[in-house]
T-cell receptor
């Protein structure tokens, strides 16, 4: 079957850098997406990797290693508004991880 | 604003009842997806439609059904409701490939 594992919680301070990891198991890999969800709100797309390496989008970057079945989301220059849940998701399988709740402290 | 519209925003009903949730995808998007999110849980994939046809099915209960109409809007029907069906139901749409989904603001269903 397919599965994704993420840490349930991460805490960091404003201005810092934080990495949210995601490991996956799947038969047939097409890509890994990342979404942000503020409490009770709609998930919004952040980044996508189909090939190994780093994708950078402003303060957010996402990395993928297909050989390790592993990816991460990197958030730089953390702001209070980055406090939210972050989900990785498998393209094609339509499966989301359980989410990582990020708390940014002043 | 993602461009995906879901109605109603809130729905309160009783056990045993039937409800219909509605979703209008972004203009031009052919795929519609339905997800269930229970309190403090992840997004559970229910079902996907592409241009009117069912394309993929997740852990959708037999009491639940969905369809996509010729104008591409979709409806999710939940019947014989149970307390455990209380959740946030999201609709999402995409053009074709599903690396980037656009989510609606969800329907909060409360079954009392």
């Amino acid at each position: 079957g397919q599965s994704l594992e993420q840490p349930s919680e991460v805490t960091a301070v404003e201005g810092a850098i934080v990495q949210i990891n995601c490991t996956y198991q799947t038969s047939g890999f097409y890509g890994l997406s990342w979404y942000q969800q503020h409490d009770g709100g709609a998930p919004t797309f952040l980044s996508y990797n189909a090939l190994d390496g780093l994708e950078e989008t402003g303060r957010f970057s996402s990395f993928l290693s297909r050989s390790d079945s592993y990816g991460y989301l990197l958030l730089q220059e953390l702001q209070m508004k980055d406090s939210a849940s972050y989900f990785c998701a498998l393209r094609g399988k339509l499966i989301f991880g359980q989410g990582t709740e990020l708390s940014v402290k002043p | 604003d993602s461009g995906v519209t879901q109605t109603p925003k809130h729905l309160i009903t009783a056990t045993g009842q039937r409800v219909t949730l509605r979703c209008s995808p972004r203009s031009g998007d052919l795929s519609v997806y339905w997800y269930q999110q229970s309190l403090d849980q992840g997004l559970q994939f229910l079902i996907q439609y592409y241009n009117g046809e069912e394309r993929a099915k997740g852990n959708i209960l037999e009491r639940f059904s969905a369809q996509q109409f010729p104008d591409l809007h979709s409806e999710l029907n939940l019947s014989s409701l149970e307390l455990g069906d209380s959740a946030l139901y999201f609709c999402a749409s995409s053009v074709d490939g599903n690396e980037k989904l656009f989510f609606g603001s969800g329907t909060q269903l409360s079954v009392l």
